[in-house]
């Protein structure tokens, strides 16, 4: 089994924490893991996005130019990295803050609210936190027990945070099965 998943959006929104706690998950879970983030001028606003490989089994480069999915959190992002998905994977679309649809019909798209969601639950910038737990309810990849147990670990300095951000991907998972229900 290997998988990889593209975390794009732009500078500020938590992508490369997104992708940070999935490699730290798999990581805990024995899985073989390569975490590639995208710095430079992208952290001013432009696309940010970071790249990780979960698998069973070495993994051969770190650097996918054709990932299985894509968590999409902006409009710029969509545009750019929606044709580079393998067919078969899914796309999981930030619908608060992207109108538009996935053109492509070779791939699943899932489309989550993960702005008003956080906002709903009360951490305007806890998008990423709904993304991630919607990515890791669609991909199966990792379990979501593991997700949040890494969240406790890396807010034990701040344990106010734990809470809030375990709700943020609980909510994602939630959102993404009943997503996948409605277009399988």
């Not at 992208?42 to 996918?64: F, K, N």
Request: charge should be neutral.
């Amino acid at each position: 089994m290997q998988r990889e998943v593209k975390f794009a959006g732009f500078g500020g929104q938590g992508i490369l924490s997104a992708g940070k706690f999935l490699a730290e998950a798999g990581i805990e879970e024995g899985k073989e893991v390569a975490w590639v983030p995208s710095y430079g001028p992208e952290m001013r606003g432009g696309t940010a996005y970071c790249t990780v490989v979960l698998a069973d089994h070495p993994i051969g480069s770190p650097i996918v130019n054709a990932p299985m999915d894509l968590v999409a959190m902006n409009r710029p992002s969509l545009e750019k990295f929606e044709d580079t998905i393998k067919p078969g994977g899914f796309i999981l679309v930030n619908s608060s803050l992207i109108p538009d649809r996935v053109k492509r019909t070779d791939v699943t798209e899932i489309l989550i609210p993960c702005n008003k969601e956080a906002n709903d639950l009360g951490n305007r910038k806890g998008a990423n936190m709904v993304a991630l737990g919607a990515y890791v309810a669609c991909s199966g990849v990792i379990k979501l027990e593991t997700v949040l147990s890494i969240v406790r670990t890396e807010f034990q300095r701040k344990p106010q945070f734990i809470e809030a951000n375990n709700a943020l991907i609980k909510r994602g998972a939630e959102l993404a099965l009943q997503a996948l229900e409605a277009v399988l």
